[in-house]
């Protein structure tokens, strides 16, 4: 929640952090974290007047204004819907790119962690299962298992085009294109898309024939999954310019005769994707 005092305006809010730091002790300056988060038009406003998205950035913005050393932030967007995490996450992002502070953020939902974060701490019941950089631990078959539904890759991709009449966006990344639901972001604009494992298919030739898959990139087989008794699927690991998770049953592993080093095709249908970006 985000715990601010309704009997003080916006600006009173971000003052009470501010005015309690010592001049030689701040580290931003005023200007420049309302700027950051967007707020020079509701300063006059009191908190009941905005949205739940506006108040998280007004406490953003005033624990900046006390010039942290270090900004932890423990599921600060739980209490969001949808709608209000889109509006604030890339607030939360700048602070990475343009302020000098660190940020630790704290949260169970991996969409959110997609979009803002380079580095991630892997946790189960208290303790550090790995760390490294996102997309490598996200790709990593052996913590597909922390993951759950959510296992997959993450991919860099720029926004290349978009193509409103058939409301798809393309994406460029190295090594190919992907096609998803249109974005409502500029060209050029850097984008991470998740792509579950259980949207990617294999084939192993191109598909010969019209199909209504649209992303359908050359792949490598870089690592198969050891298959665990008593499960119908299993992972492979495949290199599309970036690595690409897929999951597929054994009998499809068994039937095509998948080994490291095989060129294959990977399938992603452009609708999948859907639910996959933040």
């Known amino acids: 929640e985000p715990r601010l005092f309704n009997h003080l305006t916006l600006r009173g809010n971000l003052e009470f952090g501010y005015k309690r730091t010592p001049i030689s002790e701040r580290r931003l300056d005023w200007g420049q974290v309302i700027a950051l988060l967007a707020l020079d038009h509701l300063l006059a406003r009191k908190p009941q007047r905005l949205s739940l998205g506006e108040q998280q950035r007004v406490a953003i913005g005033r624990a900046l204004l006390a010039s942290p050393e270090l900004l932890l932030m423990d599921e600060p967007l739980a209490s969001l819907d949808m709608a209000r995490k889109r509006e604030v996450l890339p607030f939360i992002r700048k602070l990475h790119d343009e302020l000098d502070i660190p940020v630790i953020y704290v949260s169970h939902s991996l969409p959110e962690l997609l979009q803002i ?25 052996a913590l597909s298992q922390y993951l759950g539904d959510m ?128």
């Open 117 to 141: 974060t380079d580095t991630l701490v892997l946790m189960r019941d208290g303790k550090t299962v790995a760390s490294g950089p996102l997309t490598e631990l996200c790709s990593t078959l």
């Open 151 to 278: 296992s997959g890759s993450v991919l860099a991709t720029t926004v290349a085009a978009h193509e409103p009449e058939f409301g798809l966006s393309r994406l460029a990344f190295k090594g190919g294109q992907l096609y998803v639901p249109m974005q409502n972001c500029d060209v050029g604009h850097a984008l991470r898309v998740h792509v579950l494992a259980d949207n990617v298919a294999i084939a192993l030739e191109k598909p010969q024939v019209a199909t209504s898959i649209l992303n359908i990139l050359e792949a490598t087989v870089i690592e198969i999954a050891v298959p665990q008794t008593g499960k119908h699927s299993v992972q492979i690991k495949l290199d599309v310019g970036l690595p690409l998770l897929a999951n597929i049953s054994r009998k499809s592993l068994h039937t095509l005769k998948l080994e490291p080093g095989q060129k294959v095709f990977a399938l992603i249908k452009a609708v999948s994707l859907a639910q996959e970006m933040v």
